[in-house]
T-cell receptor, first 111, second 110 residues
């Protein structure tokens, strides 16, 4: 089974802090994705990467950046956290039987 | 970009009831998936179904690609079926990006 591991389940950060969310997959898949989930809005794509050091903006990239130095690891960076970035963050890869596999999510609260 | 609409937004049922969840999408798709998000936030892949019908136990799904909709059927509901069900599609432009609907929140009452 494909595993997608997100480093933190819950995070509380202060406004203005730089925040790193880490995601590791064991499927050796080229593509990895970061989504955020907010009530009533479903999941929205922030950034994706289709290879090492390759990235593309998704639908809501403002305030975020990403890093993919190794194939298995895809990091989401909040350059200066703000309260409107309080959300659930989910990492995913298309690897696995029958489609996408998601990590268990990181609930980020910015105070 | 492609639009995905799910209905109903909320559904409350007694244990043992059957339910049908609908997903409409605005353009041709390469891929359609149904997910269940459990109360702890984990998204579980239920079906990969760009067209046709699939069944897995009490759950089944049908996608009619030519008419741009998909249906998820849950029979003999159990309390463990509670959670949010998402439909997500990958457009024909590829890159494997999924666009999600806003979900149907299903609550099964004992």
């Amino acid at each position: 089974d494909v595993k997608v591991t997100q480093s933190s389940r819950y995070l509380v950060k202060r406004t203005g802090e730089k925040v790193f969310l880490e995601c590791v997959q064991d499927m050796d898949h080229e593509n990895m994705f970061w989504y955020r989930q907010d009530p009533g809005l479903g999941l929205r794509l922030i950034y994706f990467s289709y290879d090492v050091k390759m990235k593309e903006k998704g639908d809501i990239p403002e305030g975020y950046s990403v890093s993919r130095e190794k194939k298995e690891r895809f990091s989401l960076i909040l350059e200066s956290a703000s309260t409107n970035q309080t959300s659930m963050y989910l990492c995913a890869t298309p690897g696995g039987v029958g489609g996408y596999t998601f990590g268990s999510g990181t609930r980020l609260t910015v105070v | 970009g492609i639009q995905v609409e799910q209905s109903p937004p909320d559904l409350i049922l007694q244990e043992g009831a059957n339910s049908t969840l609908r997903c409409n999408f605005s353009d041709s798709v390469n891929n359609l998936q149904w997910f269940h998000q459990n109360p702890w936030g984990q998204l579980i892949n239920l079906f990969y179904i760009p067209s046709g019908t699939k069944q897995n136990g009490r759950l089944s799904a049908t996608t009619v690609a030519t008419e741009r909709y998909s249906l998820l059927y849950i029979s003999s509901s159990q309390t463990t079926d509670s959670g949010v069900y998402f439909c997500a599609v990958e457009s024909n432009f590829g890159n494997e990006k999924l666009t999600f609907g806003t979900g149907t929140r299903l609550t099964i009452i004992p």
